[in-house]
């Protein structure tokens, strides 16, 4: 049983930034591909970035390609998002999710484990 906690939200002006972290435990963390999803009010949960178990290939949705970056530190058994140039419209639930020996993977039934999430808020 792996277990995710995701930290780093918070209200942020639009053109600010914030790095997310989303901590693991339970599991042999390099064996777990990774992913963040986001979920805005009335919205259905959105692909944001994954990045496979290998550490290697990564992929973004189109509309924060260029501002979000996704990174993992296997030592840590931790996963970032680090977000640039922010928008109100990136202001969602975002939480991390975890597949064993996952590849880049952009649909939420490809991860097995979830955590509960970090509010990300951007003002205008």
């Known amino acids: 049983q792996v277990q995710l906690v995701e930290s780093g939200g918070g209200l942020v002006q639009a053109g600010g930034s914030l790095r997310l972290s989303c901590a693991a435990s339970?599991?042999?963390?390099?064996?777990?591909?990774m992913g963040w999803f986001r979920q805005a009010p009335g919205k259905e949960r959105e692909f944001v970035a994954a990045?496979?178990?290998?550490?290697?290939?990564?992929d973004y949705t189109d509309s924060v390609k260029g501002r979000f970056t996704i990174s993992r530190d296997n030592t840590k058994s931790t996963v970032y998002l680090q977000m640039n140039s922010l928008k109100p419209e990136d202001t969602a639930i975002y939480s991390c999710?975890?597949?064993?020996?996952?590849?880049?993977?952009?649909?939420?039934?490809?991860?097995?484990?979830w955590g509960r999430g970090t509010q990300v808020t951007v003002s205008s």
């Open positions: 339970g599991g042999v963390f390099s064996n777990y591909g």
């Open positions: 999710a975890a597949g064993l020996r996952t590849p880049v993977t952009t649909t939420p039934g490809g991860y097995r484990y």
């Open positions: 990045i496979s178990w290998g550490g290697g290939p990564t």
